[in-house]
């Protein structure tokens, strides 16, 4: 059974606006999340991480909001560019190691 | 830095061939693991190890897949005999186990595996 549920398999954006990925999991036990990049032909580049214990967690133009009630976190890309294209995968773990990933969301940033 | 080295990067087999994928981790990171991804799918573990030893590999496939780390730094995962099914991209990935357990992992490029 998916643990980590990533419901869009695509998202199309325009240069300049917010990007908003979203990501879901049914695990209670896990307490740390991450956002990884792919490109195609490439291994997923870590991009942003957040602890259980905080809600919000900033990076330049990247930001992940976690909801604990709602099992629910999101990643914010402002302002969004063409580089950001590739798919993002959203991976949680309980206690560290081993990482349960998501199918991805396919990221179209248009000029 | 030296990223996570993988290879080969791409190979053909046909099936009941044997394959072997290699992997060098990130220098000083003693925590590696060996992933499978299928085509629209995540990544998903098959063996993790701390140092030499294997302390995860409830998701490897024991009756074809067998992995081994010699002096806890290379590792090799190998495919034996290879089916259809198996066709994926092989990743590796290393983390240094001072970050929150090791959660942060760095991927190498993964091989690609065609069985025809």
């Known amino acids: 059974d998916q643990q980590v549920k990533q419901n869009s398999p695509s998202l199309s954006v325009q240069e300049g606006r917010i990007s908003i990925l979203n990501c879901d999991y049914t695990?209670?036990?896990?307490?740390?999340f991450l956002w990884y990049k792919k490109y195609p032909a490439e291994g997923p580049t870590f991009l942003i991480s957040?602890?259980?214990?905080?809600d919000k967690n900033e990076d330049g133009r990247f930001t992940v909001f976690l909801n604990k009630s709602a099992k629910h976190l999101s990643l914010h890309i402002v302002p969004s560019q063409p580089g950001d294209s590739a798919v993002y995968f959203c991976?949680?773990?309980?206690?560290?190691?081993?990482?349960?990933f998501g199918k991805g969301t396919s990221l179209l940033v248009t000029p | 830095e030296a990223g996570v080295v993988q290879s080969p990067r791409y190979k053909i087999i046909e099936k009941k061939q044997p394959v072997a994928f290699w992997c060098n981790p990130i220098?000083?990171?003693?925590?590696l693991y060996w992933y499978r991804q299928n085509l629209g799918q995540g990544p998903e573990l098959l063996i993790r190890?701390?140092?030499?030893?294997?302390?995860?590999d409830s998701q490897l496939p024991k009756d074809r897949f067998s992995a081994e780390r010699l002096k806890g730094v290379d590792s090799t995962l190998k495919i034996q005999p290879a089916e259809l099914g198996d066709s994926a991209v092989y990743l590796c990935?290393?983390?240094?186990?001072?970050?929150?357990?090791?959660?942060?992992?760095?991927f190498g490029p993964g091989t690609r595996l065609t069985v025809l």
């Open positions: 990935a290393s983390s240094s186990s001072g970050t929150h357990g090791g959660a942060e992992q760095f």
């Open positions: 695990n209670s036990m896990f307490d740390y």
């Open positions: 957040i602890s259980s214990i905080k």
């Open positions: 991976a949680a773990s309980a206690s560290g190691y081993a990482l349960n």
């Open positions: 220098s000083g990171h003693n925590t």
């Open positions: 190890y701390e140092n030499e030893e294997a302390v995860d």
